[in-house]
């Protein structure tokens, strides 16, 4: 190896250390946080170990039955709202990403898509909207007005024309019709994006509070996002009885939001490194060509 080259290594195993360690090292801090007691997090006693250990922020958090309340309606949310979004998504992408000789109009309808992001209709025409249609204080309310991610989209029509014409071509010989083709052949080729839009359509749903919060008006519908904000950011105390008082008396702002931020973040950290190997692929794919 020439000295350039071993340079040029070990600057680089340095860098992306260096990288890793300033991922790595913030959620470490902010399950030490979780697991300190709060006068020692408000001391700013604690790093990456914690101080006067105590479980006190997550027994606050899960020992109400609202909480796994809560829980299952985010699973059951991310199952539904995940499953329409790539199915949505795949039967909008396909026909997308066909030339303008094979689909006319394909130009228009891709516009009518794009300028969804380049506008929006604002928070109060979107609220009217979904209480007209009568899907408030229903799992739908979560799951429909966002069932068709436009960059998804985007990012798996690129994918698919990426993919060889022959492909299409041999099928369209062998007597396949469009959805034989797509889901015998351009699916089974698309893991990478599938798992990158599947990894955004999951995180997406999973850390969503805001439409809970404005769409559920009884709150065993909550999502548990919107749960957890409504328990430890904003303190109502309609969900907390006189015992558990011993116990807000023990917590700090700083381990109750570490605590939140930790249970939240802990699923996503489990899925993430399964489809990881997918990741950078799909997105790297999906994003060079219009």
């Known amino acids: 190896m020439t000295p350039g080259r071993l340079t040029f290594t070990v600057f680089n195993y340095l860098f992306l250390g260096a990288l890793s360690l300033m991922c790595i090292l913030p959620m470490i801090h902010i399950l ?74 394909r130009t228009v309808y891709a516009w009518y898509f794009v300028i969804t992001i380049l506008f929006g209709g604002g928070l109060i025409p979107w609220y009217m909207t979904i209480k007209a249609t009568g899907l408030m204080d229903t799992i739908w309310a979560l799951v429909l007005p966002g069932a068709v991610p436009v960059f998804n989209v985007i990012l798996l029509l690129n994918f698919y024309r990426g993919l060889p014409k022959e492909l299409e071509e041999s099928a369209k010989i062998d007597g396949a019709n469009h959805f034989v083709t797509l889901f015998k052949i351009y699916l089974p080729l698309s893991t990478p994006a599938l798992a990158t839009i599947g990894l955004f359509t999951i995180v997406g749903h999973w850390n ?81 060509k219009e």
């Open 32 to 105: 030490a946080l979780s697991f300190s007691s709060g006068s020692a997090a408000a001391a700013g006693k604690v790093t990456l170990w914690p101080v006067e250990f105590t479980t006190v922020a997550y027994q606050n958090i899960m020992s109400k039955p609202q909480y796994f309340t809560a829980f299952l309606v985010t699973l059951k949310r991310v199952a539904l709202g995940t499953s329409i979004s790539m199915l949505l998504t795949v039967l909008a992408a396909y026909p997308l990403s066909k030339e303008t000789s094979h689909f006319k109009f």
């Open 208 to 288: 969503s509070w805001f439409d809970g919060l404005i769409l559920m008006n009884r709150p065993e519908n909550y999502p548990l996002q919107t749960f957890l904000q409504t328990i430890i950011i904003k303190k109502d105390f309609r969900f907390i009885s006189s015992e558990e008082l011993d116990i807000l008396r023990q917590l700090s702002d700083r381990t109750s939001t570490a605590a939140q931020i930790f249970v939240a973040a802990f699923p996503i950290l489990i899925v993430y490194p399964f489809l990881q190997r997918f990741f950078i692929k799909g997105i790297v794919m999906g994003s060079v």
